[in-house]
């Protein structure tokens, strides 16, 4: 597993993870309150600046991240498109993309376990009832870690087809991506066992 966290240092990174999620939820709630096309271009715009400020490398990265989104606008864009709504679905697109790019970019600046506190903190009601909450933020932090590293195995796996074959790959890596999938869940399950499982010390 890889950490998402960008190693250029910016000031976001001090900041308390409790507050970049609370502003990063109120942010995209907000969102959804806007329709004008204009203002979410110039939203889109403030958060590319906030990508840019840190410098090139942490715009790179940010921007490489981002880049798993393109099959979604893609869809998006042709459904609006030839149902006739050009207008609201560049709205879509344009929130679904700033949306993103914001919980990216507090995924840059936080480290993991910082966000690990947050979910153990807010789920204490459930603790006082007896709910285990370990297998929540067990699973929130795999969500985290795993999914670059399996759009990094799709990707490997389509360059592999690609250099073997001249047609695009298509539903064949599937199988093999499903398989490489359930290979790092047996590893991970493996691992978690080794240490402990999902009992933490707490209940113990």
Same mark, same amino acid.
Do not use: Q
């Given at each position: ?13 001090? =900041?308390? +993870?409790?507050?970049? /999620? ?29 990508? +840019?400020?840190?410098?090139? +490398? ?10 798993? /989104? =393109? ?6 864009? %042709? ?12 709205? #879509? ?11 990216? %970019? ?14 153990? =903190? ?21 969500? #985290? ?25 298509? =539903?064949? #890596? #599937? ?30």
């Amino acid at each position: 597993m890889i950490s998402l966290t960008s190693p250029v240092r910016t000031r976001a990174h001090d =900041w308390p +993870a409790g507050v970049k /999620l609370a502003a990063l939820c109120g942010a995209t709630l907000a969102l959804f309150f806007i329709d004008s096309l204009a203002a979410h271009l110039a939203i889109l715009a403030g958060v590319l600046a906030l990508y +840019a400020l840190p410098g090139r +490398a942490f715009l790179r990265g940010g921007l490489a991240a981002l880049r798993m /989104l =393109w099959p979604f606008v893609l869809v998006v864009a %042709l459904y609006h498109l030839i149902d006739g709504s050009a207008a609201e679905g560049a709205v #879509i697109v344009l929130r679904l993309v700033s949306a993103v790019a914001l919980a990216n %970019l507090v995924t840059m600046t936080t480290r993991l376990t910082d966000m690990i506190a947050v979910i153990h =903190w807010l789920c204490t009601p459930l603790r006082a009832l007896g709910v285990s909450t370990r297998p929540l933020e067990i699973a929130i932090a795999l969500v #985290i870690r795993l999914t670059p590293v399996l759009l990094v195995k799709g990707r490997e796996l389509n360059d592999a087809w690609l250099a073997r074959s001249p047609r695009r790959a298509t =539903w064949r #890596i #599937i199988l093999p991506f499903t398989l490489l999938a359930l290979d790092d869940a047996d590893h991970i399950s493996d691992a978690l066992r080794a240490r402990g499982g999902l009992v933490s010390t707490e209940e113990n």
